[in-house]
């Protein structure tokens, strides 16, 4: 028989295995759209195969006016007719034709644009279709193109630039908007005055007079690129290239547009962007983009990793990192719905870790992963896997806490429980694999790393992608003499913050003694699990999880064998205490306290700061408390830096 947590973990798992039944291994070109259509276009009839975009654009008003060729063969059976393309309902439709010239019929409701094709197009068909439009695309916000100046005061030369993840690319484009598949290859050119230049995607091939006092820049990709990752940014730019040597005999460009002179700056700020490039390529196999370029542009919006081109408000060395990774996780594969985010930001942010720990060295990397367990652990809900019903809010998707923190926690227990050699193998073959260029969902890359580990890891996924929260440890040694050796019994439950799901996970615990230590591994698979052991000499200390491997809230845990509970180095003033008041929590002197759990008088945690840092005294308000008898374990560090913890009991009358 199940246990109700973990029917609940198998049912919602079974929700996003249910939803992508039939996809293939290894990607494919139709692949399932999101529920919610009125955030993407669910028309995945068709391959894009191509477009040709050729717009006009002015820094000092939110304006766009051209066409875009799309280019497409049929792969819905038995016939596709029309083709659903999305665009702001203020921006007007002009007209759409075949190549050739001939007008095609379209209708709009809203947003939503059908335009019928030339004939019915069986599967393995080719067609294509130019439409035209124009417009201001400023109410009823300014989302997905925006123009202001460089700088925030109001001043400089006027700034376009495009912003269309996740739903802003219909803000100045008509689009077929969806990231679950990628355009094969585009042509982009963008008409603008003189004075101006454009930074795109891909290979400058050309910067052509247009008469009046313009030109145009044309831009080519030809890798596939999901339809977010197409941008543009245009204004007064002063721009560089450096290379980065990556054989005997080839080199990569790297391309800058910054404001005008701020380029000698830029120049020495972004001089780490070659071994950034050299770690990565170690880390993950070839640059994606290879045959085209690398780049940042300067913009002011934060950082946002269009494929070759980065647009970065700055050249911070974690940002730049963060934006490169992308070009891989994000890039090259991409996240098939917005509900899998994480496969772009999680991963991108634990790598973005990982390289920083190695610039800086030391515990960087630990401590880093640390502070990100505090933030995760300040709300006990929240999934790593975006629900549909909350796709419309985009803090949600793009949330710091779940989508990027306790996405790339995630990464960090897979490393754990797969050992490092294994970890980054299997994430260098899955980005040499097929899903290489493609849209990818949560169990195509669960099924990948199944299948390249040999593992069974359907319950590590599910219960940290799915589930909310995370588990909640209560850790207890007890050990004593026996005929010359230690019986020590190790006590382990969990209190689950969100869902109620058992975590399965390995344990680590090292054991201390008088000159002597070891590492034991433990696999909590229950709840108030316990294990028996001999040991021949006697264990004076116990780490919980030493190398924080576990996303419980807690960075160390360290429990001595001897109860020291009463010994005067904590002291709960009043005790009894009343209900609505609060109990203070004195140290001896030489103690400092980092954090303590209330537990119920059934062992629940009720109570729980782990944020404490350098106090010897506090006040806990108790009011939340029922009336009765509770323990309380009070976690400190002494003056000589070692981690102790004290046991005691209080009522609350």
């Not at 495009?162 to 689009?175: C, D, F, I, L, Q």
């Not at 990948?448 to 580990?453: A, D, G, I």
């Amino acid at each position: 028989m199940l246990s109700r947590s973990l029917f609940l973990l198998l049912l919602v798992w079974s929700c996003i295995t249910a939803s992508d039944a039939g996809a293939q291994f290894g990607g494919g070109a139709h692949r399932r759209p999101m529920a919610d259509t009125m955030l993407v276009n669910p028309d995945l009839t068709y391959d894009l195969t191509y477009i040709h975009m050729d717009i006009q654009v002015r820094p000092d008003t939110e304006y766009v006016a051209g066409s875009v060729l799309f280019r497409g063969t049929a792969i819905h059976s038995p016939y596709i007719d029309r083709i659903q393309l999305t665009l702001r309902p203020q921006i007007l439709f002009d007209s759409a034709k075949t190549e050739n010239g001939d007008t095609l019929a379209f209708t709009r409701d809203g947003e939503r644009i059908f335009v019928s094709l030339e004939r019915p197009m069986q599967p393995g068909e080719n067609f294509g279709v130019r439409v035209f439009y124009h417009g201001f695309s400023t109410e009823p916000d300014r989302i997905g193109l925006i123009h202001t100046t460089q700088n925030p005061d109001g001043t400089g030369p006027f700034i376009i630039w495009t912003r269309s993840e996740p739903y802003g690319a219909k803000n100045w484009w008509p689009v077929r908007d969806n990231p679950a598949e990628k355009i094969d290859s585009a042509d982009l050119w963008f008409t603008c005055d003189t004075k101006y230049k454009v930074a795109s995607n891909g290979l400058l091939t050309d910067v052509t007079p247009a008469g009046d006092g313009k030109h145009t820049f044309k831009w080519k990709s030809r890798y596939p690129i999901a339809h977010y990752l197409i941008a543009f940014a245009c204004s007064e730019y002063d721009t560089f290239t450096t290379h980065w040597k990556y054989s005997e005999t080839d080199s990569l460009p790297i391309q800058n547009f910054v404001y005008p002179g701020q380029a000698e700056q830029w120049r020495t700020g972004l001089s780490n962007v070659p071994d950034m490039l050299t770690t990565f390529t170690d880390w993950f196999g070839e640059y994606p983009f290879i045959k085209e370029k690398y780049g940042h542009t300067q913009w002011r919006g934060g950082g946002m990793e269009y494929q070759t081109n980065s647009f970065v408000n700055w050249y911070d060395t974690e940002l730049i990192a963060h934006e490169l990774i992308h070009q891989w996780w994000g890039d090259a594969i991409t996240c098939a719905t917005w509900s899998d985010i994480w496969i772009n930001e999680g991963v991108t942010t634990y790598y973005t870790s990982r390289y920083m720990g190695k610039v800086n060295g030391g515990d960087f990397h630990r401590v880093d992963m640390a502070r990100k367990e505090r933030f995760i652990t300040e709300v006990p809900n929240g999934s790593v896997y975006v629900p549909n019903d909350s796709l419309a809010d985009k803090s949600r998707v793009f949330s710091a806490r779940t989508t990027y923190d306790k996405g790339a926690w995630v990464m960090h227990m897979l490393r754990y429980v797969l050992g490092d050699s294994t970890f980054d193998a299997t994430m260098k073959a899955m980005m040499n694999s097929p899903f290489r260029y493609q849209s990818i969902n949560s169990m195509q890359f669960v099924t990948f790393v199944e299948t390249q580990t040999g593992r069974d890891l359907k319950k590590f996924f599910g219960q940290w992608l799915m589930a909310e929260g995370y588990p909640q440890y209560q850790f207890s040694p007890q050990s004593s003499p026996l005929f010359g050796r230690w019986r020590t019994m190790i006590y382990l439950d969990q209190v689950p913050s969100g869902t109620p799901v058992f975590y399965e996970m390995p344990v680590q615990v090292r054991v201390e003694g008088d000159g002597w230590d070891t590492l034991l591994l433990l696999n909590n698979t229950q709840f108030q699990q316990s294990w028996d052991m001999m040991f021949e000499r006697e264990p004076k200390r116990f780490v919980f999880d030493p190398f924080n491997d576990l996303l419980d809230g807690r960075v160390d845990q360290y429990l001595t064998v001897t109860d020291q509970s009463g010994d005067g180095v904590v002291r709960l003033q009043p005790n009894p205490v009343q209900r609505g008041g609060s109990l203070k929590l004195s140290m001896m002197f030489g103690y400092s306290m980092t954090g303590y759990e209330v537990y119920d008088p059934r062992g629940a945690v009720v109570l729980r700061d782990t944020g404490v840092t350098n106090v010897d005294a506090t006040e806990i308000p108790v009011q939340s408390l029922p009336s009765g008898a509770y323990s309380i374990r009070v976690h400190l560090t002494s003056d000589h830096g070692e981690a102790t913890e004290r046991l005691e009991k209080f009522i609350v009358e």
